[in-house]
């Protein structure tokens, strides 16, 4: 408990440090715009799999339930309802955790141990600003871009799927789509999109620039990467889910 | 003027420096020797505040930068500059980015100029083709070696630290370097200090030399002084050479 209370510090901490420089980010723009462009494209393709099929698994489930019912006509709401508020956010977010957060944590961590950052600073620069401002703020905005994406491409992998698979007709699916995602259901995918995506920003560059104790750090860096964005992700779905709900409870919207 | 006081540092429960002390005069070549694990890069790295001292003293110039912040580094990094043990270029950027590094607030022309006098310096300028354009892996370690010497040397600092400048070169290559920090230092009036395992290059390029044994100097002196010296730890350097 000590420990966990000690590293959410050091993440708090870290995390002022990096909202601290926010306006470095101007100085490092050219930075920013290369690291933003590559982690977008290089995600793209993970991103397009995982919306795909996130969605295309959920909906056979959903059909394969409802359809005992005689009530195929509301797959399509259910599917995207489901798919935008819990599934589809949280596959999503550890399959980037997994390729961008591991990536970046990595990258960092070598630069560390090869004493690139080290170099930096001595040349007067500040390593913060220089190496992890541009990166955060790409992993971050991209991760949330991302989910977005990942989101719309998953509730066309589950209108593929089933008109593949049990024929029901893409007319059909999307006609429910709105009464039952809509307004909060939205919100709640926009939300848990924007923390997820800041929340790994934030780990893979925390821990990337932490790295100690050559290539077997980097190592370290990129397991305690993906464990910390994986356990992050989950309580922070939870969190996330409970204040949007409460929130639009109140509202009297839900 | 450099002078270490009484430097002591640990790390953990294993004692690196063991109160040193040593002063390094302004201009001259000065070679720090000793085997793996005696503190040599502990202290150069003690000089740009990458370590932070146990207790004991540092001076630059009469400046006394012991207890120095983070912030209060950066102009002292100015004055020193340091050349790592690995090239340390940053990967994801080019020769030219990794060159103006130190630079970055000079016009365009000025930039331009000073690299080309750095690249001259370190014997670069006509020898790697479209040399700007590429990016430090596309090079050899002796090149990307030179070319972070040629990056230290922008900023134009009064003082060069050398972190073991010659590992992993081959032996024609590590003569050049040790000619290059002579040329340099002579050439530009730099003060040099060098930390090093390599006696036979550091007795011909060195004004000075100390060899450090468990964080102490134990011997200190001319080339001349060090090749006649009795002291062990000297003498165990010196029959390495004749082996």
């Given amino acids: 408990m000590k420990l966990a209370l000690k590293n959410f510090k050091e993440h ?141 491409v998953s509730v066309l992998g589950g209108m593929i799927a089933v008109w593949v698979t049990a024929g029901i007709h893409p007319s059909q699916y999307l006609l429910m789509i709105e009464r039952f995602a809509s307004g909060p259901s939205l919100v709640l995918a926009v939300s848990k999109s924007i923390v997820f995506g800041f929340l790994m920003g934030h780990i893979c560059c925390a821990n990337g620039y932490w790295t100690e104790g050559g290539t077997q750090g980097v190592g370290e860096a990129v397991k305690k ?25 109140i509202g009297g919207m839900v | 003027m450099i002078r270490f006081q009484e430097l002591r540092k640990s790390f953990g429960s294993k004692n690196i420096l063991n109160g040193l ?55 002292i990094r100015r004055k020193c500059g340091l050349v790592f043990q690995l090239p340390a270029l940053v990967d994801s950027r080019n020769h030219y980015e990794n060159l103006v590094l130190g630079i970055r607030h000079l016009p365009i022309e000025e930039k331009k100029n000073k690299i080309e006098w750095a690249l001259e310096a370190v014997g670069l300028e006509k020898l790697i083709p479209n040399l700007f354009d590429r990016f430090p892996p596309s090079i050899s370690y002796g090149e990307q070696k030179r070319l972070a010497l040629a990056r230290t040397l922008l900023p134009n600092p009064e003082i060069l630290l050398y972190d073991e400048p010659t590992t992993g070169l081959d032996p024609k290559s590590s003569v050049h370097i040790h000619k290059l920090i002579r ?43 060090i090749l006649a010296s009795k002291v062990p730890m000297t003498a165990a350097f010196l029959e390495d050479l004749k082996a």
Avoid at chain 1, 77 to 92: A, D, F, H, Q, Y
Avoid at chain 1, 234 to 240: S, T
Avoid at chain 2, 25 to 44: D, H, P, Q, Y
Wanted: charged content about 15%; aromatic content about 10%.
């Fill in chain 1, 12 to 152: 708090f901490l870290f995390f002022m440090e990096l909202v601290k420089r926010l306006p470095q980010l101007f100085v490092e723009r050219r930075e920013f715009l290369l690291q933003f462009a590559d982690i977008g494209f290089r995600s793209l393709s993970t991103t397009i799999t995982a919306g795909l099929f996130t969605g295309a698994i959920l909906a056979l489930q959903f059909h394969l339930q409802l359809k005992d019912f005689g009530a195929e006509s509301l797959l399509g709401g259910l599917n995207t309802s489901g798919t935008i508020r819990e599934v589809g956010p949280i596959l999503i977010a550890f399959m980037l955790a997994g390729k961008v957060g591991a990536f970046t944590s990595a990258e960092l961590g070598t630069m560390k141990v090869t004493d690139q950052i080290q170099a930096v600073r001595c040349l007067g620069l500040d390593p913060i600003s220089f190496f992890v401002v541009p990166r955060f703020w790409a992993v971050a905005l991209n991760a949330v871009l991302l989910l977005i994406f990942g989101l719309v």
């Fill in chain 1, 225 to 249: 990467t993906a464990v910390q964005s994986m356990v992050a992700i989950v309580l922070a779905d939870f969190f996330v889910t409970h204040l949007v709900t409460l929130a639009f409870f």
């Fill in chain 2, 183 to 225: 040329g340099i230092s002579l050439n530009e009036g730099k003060t040099s200090v060098v930390v090093s395992h390599d006696m036979r290059n550091a007795l011909a390029t060195a004004d000075r030399l100390a060899v450090l044994d468990a964080g102490q100097v134990v011997d200190l002196g001319t080339p001349e002084q």
């Fill in chain 2, 21 to 75: 002390d040593l002063e390094i005069n302004t201009g001259e070549v000065f070679f720090i020797l000793g085997r793996s694990g005696t503190g040599k890069s502990v202290a150069l790295k003690h000089l740009v505040g990458l370590l932070k001292a146990d207790s004991g003293k540092i001076w630059i110039d009469d400046e006394e930068i012991s207890n120095y912040s983070e912030q209060a580094f950066y102009p």
